[in-house]
T-cell receptor, first 114, second 112 residues
Framework: DTGVSQNPRHKITKRGQNVTFRCDPI?????LYWYRQTLGQGPEFLTY????????KSRLLSDRFSAERPKGSFSTLEIQRTEQGDSAMYLC????????????FGEGSRLTVL | TQLLEQSPQFLSIQEGENLTVYCNSS?????LQWYRQEPGEGPVLLVT?????EVKKLKRLTFQFGDARKDSSLHITAAQPGDTGLYLC????????????FGKGTLLTVNP
């Protein structure tokens, strides 16, 4: 399967713990996005990479959140000192070089903070 | 921050009925996309529109882009239970630097 891969698919953690999600994009795509989605709502933009450069971060991305894409391939999203409000689906998407290219989404990583 | 309004938020209809979902912005889109999402999965692209007045058809789905490129609609004819899902519009504006902003979505339920 050469689509966008995310893991883990599900993570249950206790408040205050750190969690890390990984995204492997489609190999030839240079742009990688992280979104957060709560039940019944649309995805909210968190951050975006072009190759290894993080070009934009949302105000939603507090200092407890950090994202990296060290070699311009896979990306990680880490949440430190998790809070119950962090419970959501974290979606990763990648995109090729076309100006109106579509986003290809992974199946998401669902986080539940107890 | 660009805002993208989608309506209605919820829609429950009977099989065979028609429906329309709307997507609006106060700013001019450089491009707009419609996605469909099923529970537990990521959104999947249905269509991209870029030209004002453009109409695209995908089987029973018809997508329109407003002449001024500030609004779009998705019309489904003779809805089927398999059409059930979350329909999302997503837009880019001039200067958005390849960042795609999503609407809150329309949760469609088609009852048999």
């Amino acid at each position: 399967d050469t689509g966008v891969s995310q893991n883990p698919r599900h993570k249950i953690t206790k408040r205050g713990q750190n969690v890390t999600f990984r995204c492997d994009p489609i190999s030839e795509h240079n742009r990688l996005y992280w979104y957060r989605q709560t039940l019944g709502q649309g995805p909210e933009f968190l951050t975006y990479f072009q190759n290894e450069a993080q070009l934009e971060k949302s105000r939603l991305l507090s200092d407890r959140f950090s994202a990296e894409r060290p070699k311009g391939s896979f990306s990680t999203l880490e949440i430190q000192r998790t809070e119950q409000g962090d419970s959501a689906m974290y979606l990763c998407a990648s995109r090729g070089g076309m100006n109106t290219g579509e986003l290809f989404f992974g199946e998401g990583s669902r986080l539940t903070v107890l | 921050t660009q805002l993208l309004e989608q309506s209605p938020q919820f829609l429950s209809i009977q099989e065979g009925e028609n429906l329309t979902v709307y997507c609006n912005s106060s700013s001019v889109f450089s491009s707009l996309q419609w996605y469909r999402q099923e529970p537990g999965e990521g959104p999947v692209l249905l269509v991209t529109v870029v030209t004002g007045g453009e109409v695209k058809k995908l089987k029973r789905l018809t997508f329109q882009f407003g002449d001024a490129r500030k609004d779009s609609s998705l019309h489904i004819t003779a809805a089927q239970p398999g059409d059930t899902g979350l329909y999302l519009c997503a837009g880019e504006w001039r200067g958005s630097n390849y960042k795609l902003t999503f609407g809150k979505g329309t949760l469609l339920t088609v009852n048999p």
